[in-house]
């Protein structure tokens, strides 16, 4: 896998003024860009876009030194006009491209390279299951998107539940954990960069469809998964676990993400210092191609 890396960032280096497509991409990795994309923002750090976007705007401020065209260099990397590229070129360094060609400054976004760092290992449970097709009934809100803390937002779509809804959700669970699950889905574009908001459903497992007015319904399709039990503080061990499920297990693993919703449940105690949860990570067998 790190030398797909490795080649991409070759191939995006030889084509930095012209697109790059999810095709480009997935036929570089081996593997889906979706599925390579999060991997990448959870290795890097950023998103893949930007990190693109940086190497265009750290070689345009080189050849705004060695005296190209200002207009010249915007139109060469794709930017519509002198005043997109102006405005950002100044967010990313802090200057105007004019000031940058007259009084030379540098700076500088030098290219990725990925390679293995052996640290003290730290074991990873999990199981792979097929699930057959069920619905999730519950509530849903659209929430921002925030990888660390509490998310408040969906703190308050929980206190919203009445009790009314919380018996009609009771009344339909009959699949495992016969308990509340968190469900995310359609994400912004701009999810990788913890930009914009999501779906997030809370709500039980069923093989029943909903008659219930004051509640919505979600159907999982039948897929593998990938359950990782995690057990400590919450949130903060689900939310490192799930950056070392993206940066470490799913490079290392004979699988790919499927692009279906992402699931997870807490068992709440009253202490939230040692809590057991599971994160559900849709997946697939990886093409032996």
């Avoid at 676990?241 to 993206?246: G, L, N, P």
Wanted: glycine fraction near 6%.
């Amino acid at each position: 896998m790190l030398q797909q890396f490795n080649h991409l960032m070759d191939y995006i280096e030889a084509h930095l003024t012209e697109d790059i497509s999810d095709t480009d991409i997935s036929k570089i990795v081996g593997t889906s860009s979706y599925h390579f994309k999060r991997m990448f923002s959870y290795i890097a750090g950023m998103s893949l876009n930007e990190y693109i976007k940086n190497r265009r705007l750290s070689v345009a401020n080189e050849e705004l030194i060695n005296g190209e065209k200002v207009t010249d260099v915007a139109y060469k990397y794709g930017y519509q006009s002198v005043e997109g590229f102006s405005r950002a070129f100044r967010e990313w360094s802090g200057f105007l491209p004019s000031e940058v060609a007259k009084n030379k400054i540098q700076k500088t976004f030098p290219k990725f390279s990925f390679f293995i760092d052996i640290r003290g290992g730290k074991s990873m449970e999990f199981k792979i299951e097929k699930k057959e097709k069920f619905n999730v009934v519950g509530v849903s809100k659209r929430v921002p998107i925030q990888f660390e803390g509490v998310n408040q937002a969906i703190l308050e779509l929980a206190q919203s539940i009445t009790e009314k809804q919380r018996n009609e959700m009771h009344q339909l669970a009959d699949l495992y954990p016969y308990q509340v699950l968190n469900v995310s889905y359609d994400f912004d574009e701009g999810y990788l960069e913890e930009k914009g908001h999501l779906t997030h459903m809370i709500g039980f497992a069923t093989t029943k469809d909903n008659p219930f007015d004051d509640l919505e319904q979600i159907t999982i399709e039948e897929s593998l998964w990938a359950i990782f039990p995690v057990q400590g503080p919450f949130p903060s061990v689900m939310q490192e676990t799930m950056a070392r499920i993206y940066s470490e297990w799913l490079p290392s693993s004979d699988y790919e993400l499927v692009d279906l919703p992402g699931i997870s449940f807490t068992k709440h105690k009253e202490t939230m210092e040692n809590v057991y949860s599971e994160i559900w990570v849709p997946v697939k067998k990886k093409d032996s191609k």
